[in-house]
């Protein structure tokens, strides 16, 4: 199982930004996924996923500027951050698993995980 992210990069405060995650030896459909990010010296931190019930979540500091989406036939979940600001520098990951039932915020349930996109927003 491999787990790519794509669409990191460097923007400016106030822009927006729509991460990709192309999965291979896995299916997201069926199965549950979730999008998370670290900061600098920061914890983990769960943003948004989507459930193997195709039931989308997102956190609650993140809501009304994060929209979760995606593909089935190109295998791609997509999450779009609008409103970007420096906060929200950090590197950005998905993950998935093919035996969750539903979805949990609880990170150490996730088996197979991305290398990651960095995002750095520049004021």
């Known amino acids: 199982v491999q787990l790519v992210e794509s669409g990191g990069g460097l923007v400016q405060v106030g822009e927006s930004l729509r991460l990709s995650c192309v999965a291979s030896?896995?299916?997201?459909?069926?199965?549950?996924m979730i999008w998370v990010r670290q900061a600098p010296g920061k914890e983990r931190e769960a943003i948004s996923g989507i459930g193997s019930d195709g039931q989308e979540h997102v956190a609650t500091s993140m809501k009304g500027r994060v929209t979760i989406s995606s593909d089935n036939a190109k295998n791609t979940v997509y999450l779009q951050i609008n409103n970007l600001s420096p906060e929200d520098t950090a590197v950005y990951y998905c993950a998935g698993d093919t035996v969750m039932y539903g979805f949990s915020w609880f990170l150490g349930a996730w088996t197979y995980w991305g290398q990651g996109t960095q995002v750095t927003v520049s004021s």
């Open positions: 030896g896995f299916t997201f459909d069926g199965n549950s």
